[in-house]
């Protein structure tokens, strides 16, 4: 299922993730393939931008993840 973002990117100036969206550690550290495996089947836990915790929503086609900061992603 693709993700799609609506605002994240603009709110974050156009910046690349720098956060693991689902373990919420850098990107950078380490391999995140357990992460990439359980968000085939997961929503999002953490904003990518700047690593708050997100509010998450079980939808009946898919799910709803909103930072504060940084606006809602789709998937």
Known sequence: MPVTTSDA???AGGA????????GEAVTAGSH?????ARVLE???FCAY?????KVQVLPVGWAAVCVEHGETRG
Not at 50 to 54: L, V
């Open 33 to 37: 393939g357990a992460c990439a495996a």
């Open 9 to 11: 990117a603009t709110a």
């Open 16 to 23: 690349s993730a720098v956060w693991c969206d689902r373990c």
């Open 43 to 45: 929503p999002p836990r």
């Open 50 to 54: 700047c690593r708050r915790r997100m």
